[in-house]
């Protein structure tokens, strides 16, 4: 079974400073990935995605992530923190293909703090 | 509309009552997707539709929780004889499907239901 885990429940970073969430997954099968940001009282808004092709995906917001097959991992970065970006940060993985193959599981989520 | 939108964003319930959550997806979407996110938690696949048809319900947690989509467009979540373990926002996502492309899912708002 697919499953997300994203170690870090909490993050505080100061605004300016750069940024890495980890997210780390299980798949038997080439992944899907995703990252969604959530802020409160918000739906879930894609940030960036990866299908296939180049490993460094760059997605709106000024954030990027990069997929490492090896350490089946998808970690998150953007490199100067806007206070604005404080929210919620959930990475996914979804199966390829339509239909219920792509339904996405979720980690826990990684709560980020900016401090000005 | 531009995007998925959910009814009602708040409902409150006291244990035993029925709640019906309706969503509206975007026009001409294909799939429609049912999560359920507890506090604190990444949300979790309750169920999918592709069309009118409900493909897997694999997520439903009990059989209180009921799914419909009679015509292909809007749907409806039902649960009944509520408990405070429902207590959670649920997430509709909705998107295109084109045959072996992976499509985006597009989140509604949620609705935040609390069982008293």
């Known amino acids: 079974a697919q499953s997300v885990t994203q170690p870090d429940i909490h993050i505080t970073v100061s605004e300016g400073a750069s940024l890495e969430l980890r997210c780390n997954y299980s798949?038997?099968?080439?992944?899907?990935l995703f990252w969604y940001v959530q802020s409160p009282g918000q739906g879930l808004q894609l940030l960036l995605k990866?299908?296939?092709?180049?490993?460094l995906v760059q997605g709106i917001k000024g954030f990027e992530a990069e997929f490492k097959r090896s350490q089946s991992s998808f970690n998150l970065r953007k490199p100067s923190v806007h206070w604005s970006d404080a929210a919620e940060y959930f990475c996914?993985?979804?199966?390829?293909?339509?239909?219920?193959?792509?339904?996405?599981?979720f980690g826990t989520g990684t709560r980020l703090q900016v401090t000005l | 509309g531009a995007g998925v939108s959910q009814s009602p964003r708040y409902k409150v319930a006291k244990r035993g009552q029925d709640v019906a959550l309706r969503c509206d997806p975007i026009?001409?979407?294909?799939?429609l997707f049912w999560y359920q996110q507890a506090l604190g938690q990444g949300p979790e696949f309750l169920t999918y539709?592709?069309?009118?048809?409900?493909?897997?319900k694999s997520g439903l947690p009990s059989d209180r929780f009921f799914a419909e989509r009679p015509e292909g467009s809007v749907s409806t979540l039902k649960i009944q004889r509520t408990q405070q373990e429902d207590s959670a926002v649920y997430l509709c996502?909705?998107?295109?499907?084109?045959?072996?492309?992976?499509?985006?899912?597009?989140f509604g708002p949620g609705t935040r239901l609390t069982v008293l």
């Open positions: 996502a909705s998107s295109w499907t084109s045959g072996g492309r992976y499509n985006e899912q597009f």
């Open positions: 798949y038997g099968a080439t992944p899907y």
């Open positions: 990866y299908f296939s092709g180049d490993t």
């Open positions: 996914a993985v979804g199966g390829g293909g339509t239909g219920t193959a792509s339904k996405l599981t």
């Open positions: 026009s001409g979407h294909v799939s």
């Open positions: 539709f592709q069309n009118e048809a409900q493909l897997d």
